[in-house]
C-alpha cells in the first residue's frame, strides 16, 4: 500500500544523470502530497479524525497515482490530488478553509508545469469552488500569470468555471478557531506593554498550512501545485507565498518540484 507522506519534498535531479537515465525514467513516476505539513497538531488528533485525515489523504495519493500509472500527465495528477483535498472540509483549502477577520474566506492556488515553465495563480478569491482549477486555467487561457480578486472571479466566470456562494464554505469548527484567536488578540492587545506574545499552541492554531502535491510523469515532467485558504484571521486582503510563483509553487524538469 502506498504511504501517505504529509511533508513537503522535492524531486530533483541532476542535470548530467537526467539524459543519460531518461529511458529508464520514463518507466518511472512518483507523486508526493501534503495536507497542512507541520500545523495538524498530534495531541488536537482523536483517532476518529486521524483517520479521516488518512483516509482523505490516501484518495488524494490514489487520484493522482492513477494518472500517473496510466501514463497521465504530472500537471493533471497534481490537480487532481490538490482538487480531492480542496473538495473536503478537514483541510485548510476549497471547501476547509479558514476565515479572515471578516469571517469570509479569501483563497489562494497555484500550479506550475515544469516542461514548459508554464504557471497560472490566484489569489484572495471567495466564490470559487475549486481554486485550484482556475489556476490552471489562468496558466493555460490567460496572458497573465496572477489574477486576484473579483477580476480573478470575472475571469472564471467567463470561462464558466463552478461558481458557489459563500455559504459553501461555512465550518463551524473553522469560525470556532478563529474566535479563539481573536479572543487571544484581544487579550494580547489589552496588554500590549507586555513582550509576551501569547501561548505558542494558541500561535500555531492561527496557521493551518496549505496543501500541496508534486509530481514527475513517466515522460520525464514534473508539475506542482498549492492551494489554500491562507492564515485565520488575516486581515486587509493578506496575501501569502502560496500563489507566488517561485515561492510557494515551482516546478522545473531540470530541476525539482516544490
Not at 470561462?159 to 464554505?169: I, K, R, T
Not at 502560496?242 to 515561492?247: L, M, T
Request: some cysteine; charged content about 20%.
Amino acid at each position: 500500500m502506498r504511504n501517505v507522506l504529509l511533508y513537503i519534498l522535492c524531486i530533483t535531479f541532476p542535470m548530467d544523470s537526467f539524459s543519460q537515465n531518461q529511458s529508464i525514467m520514463n518507466e518511472n513516476f512518483a507523486i508526493v502530497i501534503h495536507g497542512g505539513a507541520g500545523t495538524i497538531l498530534k495531541k488536537n488528533m482523536t483517532p476518529a479524525m486521524e483517520k479521516a485525515y488518512q483516509e482523505k489523504l490516501q484518495e488524494a495519493l490514489d487520484s493522482g497515482y492513477v494518472i500517473l500509472k496510466n501514463g497521465g500527465s504530472a500537471i493533471d495528477a497534481v490537480e487532481k490530488a490538490i482538487l480531492v483535498m480542496e473538495d473536503s472540509p478537514l483541510f485548510n483549502a476549497g471547501k476547509g478553509a479558514v476565515y479572515t477577520n471578516a469571517e469570509t474566506n479569501e483563497l489562494d492556488a497555484s500550479i506550475m508545469d515544469g516542461k514548459s515553465l508554464n504557471a497560472g495563480a490566484v489569489a484572495g478569491v471567495s466564490h470559487i469552488k475549486n481554486p485550484i482549477k482556475l489556476a490552471r486555467m489562468v496558466m493555460e487561457k490567460s496572458e497573465h500569470v496572477m489574477l486576484s480578486g473579483k477580476g480573478a472571479e470575472d475571469f472564471a466566470k467567463q470561462h464558466q468555471l463552478e461558481m458557489v456562494d459563500s455559504a459553501y464554505f461555512y465550518n463551524e469548527h473553522r469560525l470556532n478557531q478563529l474566535n479563539k484567536i481573536k479572543k487571544t488578540e484581544k487579550i494580547q492587545l489589552d496588554h500590549s506593554d507586555e513582550k509576551n506574545q501569547g501561548d505558542a499552541t494558541e500561535f500555531k492554531d492561527s496557521k493551518f498550512g496549505t496543501v500541496g502535491a508534486v509530481a514527475l510523469d513517466k515522460h520525464g515532467n514534473l508539475a506542482a501545485a498549492t492551494s489554500t485558504g491562507g492564515m485565520t484571521n488575516k486581515k486587509f486582503g493578506r496575501i501569502g507565498d502560496s500563489p507566488i510563483i517561485g515561492a510557494g509553487t515551482y516546478a522545473n524538469n531540470a530541476t525539482c518540484a516544490v
